[in-house]
């Protein structure tokens, strides 16, 4: 267990972490050059192409230390999005010290300290590394200098290295050894092993990722769950070197996969503790807190036959991605679907693509909206995730919205304008703090304000130098009514929103005006209103198609909402037709392009 070192890596997204992550694999002769894929670690399409690590995963390495001595270093891979943050605190229980990479050519930014102090509450060790030293625009000194005023870690000792050269690799592998406790625990003990990671694999069944804390874990041992008592048989153990390596046995301080014909993920449950049938332990290790999904959308199939299909496919992605939610949801304007819970926008926007890129799913989806609670004078709590849910305001004692803490840091230059857009967004300052060439911005801000279209926002007031990280923190009441949208005197429960009453004229009045922009002429006269309670407060008309009318083109933006709204309208011409009118998929989403 002296040899042991486990770690894992934690940074602001593209800052290198991947890169890094494959340098020791290359490093430490984990696989040959022919295996080394472009980025290993990140084994997903998706995040291949988006570049982002969505699940934890990890790697058993052998590295000859200047010690003369072999040490197992078993690196952690973490995501680095905030929608993901609750598996960067997952992945760090499983470790006693972390590498906390930032790029020396932008500094620290808001997943930085996010990150880093979730790794100094679970006690693990941070060491400071300063990535991508290969570039021109690299400033080590300042960007150490912020590492210490920001988070106030020590970084005199920061390892200078580039994952792309290779440059400082060894030096950090020596930190990792030098730096690094060796895990505790003893083999001796009933063995206790935590659940970091589970996933559904075809050919084995469920596959367990598990940190062993005490005992050991061997082939052919009865293993118990402790949450739910279940005992299975122990197929096999073993590490991932990335590829998967069968071994006698983990004990004690080591990171490895258990397989135990287990059919049914439910099972194994993420934060649970196995131990051994015929010895078990006493109590359980103390685990994860249950994450509840923030953002919800409606997804339907475009042709109404594909219902199963889809609820098929989201079963299956369901398997690997225990965040995921759904349940059957049926739509006046859009039929049979589904209502799906989410951790955050990326997180929807990565199930939608994965829908249609592996599952070959046509969908119309819905506009993101949070979850409400609504005290009815009954007195009782409801949930709402659909606004077209809300109960009719003679029935509702108060509304509840969640409310999120969110730190902003910014460079001095942005303040301004990252302050004027927090307060649109009903944004309450609690703190602002001077750091060196940042500030750091702490606001109180309705999470429905942030996930309609905060995060582009922020990065186009400050030219993209704005990061930002945040916690839910509390459900609040608040003035809040529903918009209703009605094509020609229908009203689309698809379209519904949930809206501040002191926005409420003004986000009436420019849906109206972009879903007239969004709904192609037809041959006859269409009203777009919007609504609240029976009180009309805009309308606009598309008028009826004449001869050579050109569909209207919009020209493009780079965010990354506007991007999902054209490569849906790139797609096959997603239409649905709403009483007598047609409605593009583009026009459920409209609110997102409303400025
Ligand atoms: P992650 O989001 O933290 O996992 O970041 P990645 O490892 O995916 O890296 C983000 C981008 O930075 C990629 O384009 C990498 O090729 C690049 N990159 C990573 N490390 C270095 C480095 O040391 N030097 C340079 N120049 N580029 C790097
Ligand atoms: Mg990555």
């Known amino acids: 267990m002296k040899h042991i070192r486990n770690f894992s890596i934690i940074a602001h997204i593209d800052h290198g972490k991947s890169t890094l992550a494959d340098r020791f694999i290359e490093f430490c002769g984990g696989l040959d050059k022919r295996e080394m894929d472009s980025q290993v670690l990140d084994s997903m399409d998706i995040e291949k192409e988006r570049g982002i690590t969505i699940k934890a995963q990890t790697a058993a390495l052998q590295y000859k230390a200047l010690d003369g001595n072999i040490y197992n270093l078993n690196l952690i891979d973490t995501p680095g999005h905030v929608d993901f943050s609750y598996e960067v605190s997952r992945s760090l229980s499983a470790c006693e010290g972390a590498l906390l990479v930032v790029d020396a050519s932008q500094g620290v930014e808001a997943q930085t300290v996010a990150n880093c102090y979730t790794a100094i509450d679970l006690g693990v060790e941070v060491l400071p590394v300063l990535n991508k030293i290969d570039l021109p625009s690299a400033e080590p000194e300042r960007v150490a200098q912020e590492i210490e005023d920001i988070i106030g870690l020590d970084a005199t000792d920061a390892v200078h290295c580039s994952a792309k050269t290779g440059v400082g690799l060894q030096e950090v592998l020596e930190l990792v050894v030098a730096k690094i406790p060796a895990p505790k625990g003893s083999p001796d003990q009933p063995l206790k092993a935590l659940i970091i990671d589970s996933w559904f694999d075809n050919y084995v069944g469920v596959v367990m990722l598990v940190r062993v804390v005490d005992g050991q874990l061997k082939p052919k041992d009865k293993i118990k769950f402790m949450s739910n008592k279940a005992v299975f048989l122990c197929e096999q153990v073993g590490v991932f070197t990335p590829k998967s390596v069968q071994k006698t046995a983990l004990s004690a301080g080591e990171v490895g996969f258990v397989i135990a014909g287990i059919k049914e993920l439910q099972y194994a449950k993420v934060g649970d503790t196995i131990t051994l049938d015929s010895k078990p332990a006493t109590e359980a290790l103390p685990g994860f807190k249950q994450i509840q999904p923030k953002v919800f959308a409606g997804l339907y199939p475009v042709e109404s036959h594909d219902y199963e299909a889809l609820r098929d496919s989201l079963e299956k992605l369901k398997l690997n991605d225990a965040s995921l939610n759904f349940e059957p949801e ?193 041959m006859f006269d269409i009203a777009i209103q919007a609504a609240i309670g029976s009180h009309i407060i805009a309308r606009e008309t598309v008028k009826a198609m004449r001869k050579n009318v050109l569909a209207k083109c919009y020209g493009g933006d780079i965010t990354r909402k506007k991007k999902l709204l054209e490569k849906q309208k790139a797609g096959k011409k997603r239409m649905k037709q709403v009483g007598n009118v047609e409605i593009p998929q583009t026009a459920f989403l409209a609110i997102l392009q409303v400025e």
Do not use: W
């Open 330 to 522: 049926v739509s006046q304007a859009l039929g049979f679907g589904f209502r799906c819970g989410f951790l955050g926008l990326l997180h929807l926007e990565i199930v939608q693509e994965r829908l249609e890129r592996e599952f070959d799913m046509d969908l119309i989806t819905t506009a993101p909206t949070v979850v409400y609670q609504v005290v009815e004078k009954t007195g009782e709590v409801i949930s709402v995730e659909n606004p077209a849910k809300l109960p009719d305001p003679s029935r509702i004692q108060e509304v509840r919205e969640p409310i999120i803490t969110s730190n902003i840091l910014v460079p001095n230059d942005y303040v301004g304008a990252v302050i004027t857009l927090c307060t649109q967004k009903r944004g309450v300052q609690l703190n602002m703090q001077y750091m060196g060439r940042q500030v750091m911005l702490t606001y109180e801000m309705p999470l429905n304000e942030v996930v309609l279209d905060f995060f582009d926002k922020l990065k186009s007031v400050s030219r993209g130098y704005a990061s930002f990280d945040y916690e839910f923190k509390e459900f609040r009441v608040s003035d809040l009514v529903k918009l209703d949208v009605l094509v020609n005197g229908e009203r689309v429960d698809a379209l519904s929103l949930i809206v501040h009453r002191a926005n409420s004229q003004y986000r009436g009045r420019e849906l109206v005006a972009k879903l007239r922009e969004l709904i192609p002429r037809q």
